[in-house]
């Protein structure tokens, strides 16, 4: 029997050279933040808020590792200000796993958006690719015949720019 | 600061006037991305357990992130030492009012888990504790009550951004 997705996932990042896990979970890839807080060797960091993730993933950095940041898509709002007054002008790179709740699934539904999640994913579901792009996050969407293909390509783009990249998770991939 | 120590400076004047004074590759200065000296600190210090890692950061610096004093507990690197220049104010835009003067910041830090954390008030209480501070394992605080007003003259940091990345790095990974 192959191992689930999600250790089949972090033993890609790992082959990739990412070595420091941190973040605020989100029950998307809640398969892997499981096996975060499970396996004492990630030495996984439970951030209190986002952009304190990707502060935590600079001061890694600069220490000489390679970190990956896991969020949902609301902690994107709240990270804002530490991707672009700290990570792309200091030239401080970083592996942004974001959930991405919210995602329009019918654009003719009533509220004409991805009306299926709660309330207050609404509004950064749909907007959430523009918002990368307005951020100039280079970004891919996690499906599994990709992957490799996806976090490769990522993480030379990641290595050549020294800056942040994002992989976008969708709904039922990571959960469990 | 002995040889080999690690320095991240918050942003705003006490960035400028620690490059100001004694700039080494070893030193961080941030601008932007206020409030988060703390966690750059406290990862640096979990991947570098055998340097210290000292953490210059201000009052409204660390009130913006006080959750990261948990954080920072949790975690609870011995190489981590957290120094608070206080002076209940805002320098950089003007000397507006922070909370701090009824908010003990070193009180939260120990209530949070911060092995030990002191108060001092004048230049004397200082070279009092200096000698002992960094001499014991952290995580700790040392907060420094000091006066608003910043030098004046004071330089801004020549090197960019990014040129402060690569050589610290280097001298982080030495």
Redo the contacts between chains.
């Keep these: 029997m192959s191992p689930p997705v999600s250790q089949r996932f972090l033993d890609l990042l790992e082959h990739h050279g990412y070595d420091f896990f941190t973040g605020v979970p989100c029950s998307l890839f809640a398969g892997v933040t499981r096996i975060l807080d499970r396996e004492a060797r990630y030495g996984y960091i439970s951030a209190v808020r986002e952009d304190s993730a990707l502060g935590l993933a600079a001061g890694a950095y600069l220490g000489g590792r390679q970190p990956v940041v896991f969020m949902q898509n609301s902690g994107l709002g709240v990270s804002v200000n530490a991707i672009v007054s700290l990570n792309q002008i200091y030239d401080i790179p970083a592996l942004l796993v974001v959930s991405w709740r919210g995602r329009p699934e019918r654009p003719e539904g009533p509220e004409g958006r991805g009306d299926d999640d709660a309330p207050e994913h609404l509004i950064m579901g749909a907007v959430m690719e523009d918002f990368l792009r307005l951020l100039t996050i280079p970004f891919a969407l996690l499906e599994p015949a990709t992957l490799e293909r996806d976090v490769d390509e990522l993480t030379r783009t990641m290595h050549a720019t020294r800056k942040p990249v994002a992989l976008v998770v969708p709904k039922g991939v990571l959960h469990q | 600061m002995g040889s080999g120590w690690l320095a ?1 400076a918050c942003n705003g004047m006490i960035g400028r006037e620690l490059y100001t004074h004694a700039d080494a590759p070893s030193r ?1 200065y ?19 357990p055998s340097r210290i890692v000292v953490v210059f950061d201000g009052d409204g610096n660390v009130l913006m ?1 006080l ?2 004093l ?2 920072v507990a949790a ?1 609870a690197p011995a190489n981590f030492y957290h120094v608070v220049f206080d002076n209940a104010a805002h320098g950089s835009t003007g000397d507006q009012c922070t909370i701090s003067d009824r908010v003990p910041i070193e009180k939260v830090a120990v209530a949070a888990g911060y092995r030990r954390s002191i108060r001092v008030r004048s230049a004397s209480e200082l070279d009092h504790t200096l000698s002992r501070f960094f001499t014991e394992p952290g995580p700790a605080m040392l907060l420094v009550e000091v006066e608003r007003g910043n030098q004046p003259g004071i330089g801004r940091v020549e090197s960019s ?2 040129e ?3 050589r ?2 280097r001298a ?2 030495e």
Excluded: D, Y
Aim: aromatic share 6%.
């Design positions: 991240i961080f941030m601008i932007g991305s206020m409030g988060l000296a703390s966690s750059i600190g406290l990862g640096l210090a979990i991947v570098q992130s959750g990261v948990g954080s975690a951004p990014a402060l990345t690569a610290f790095r982080a990974m």
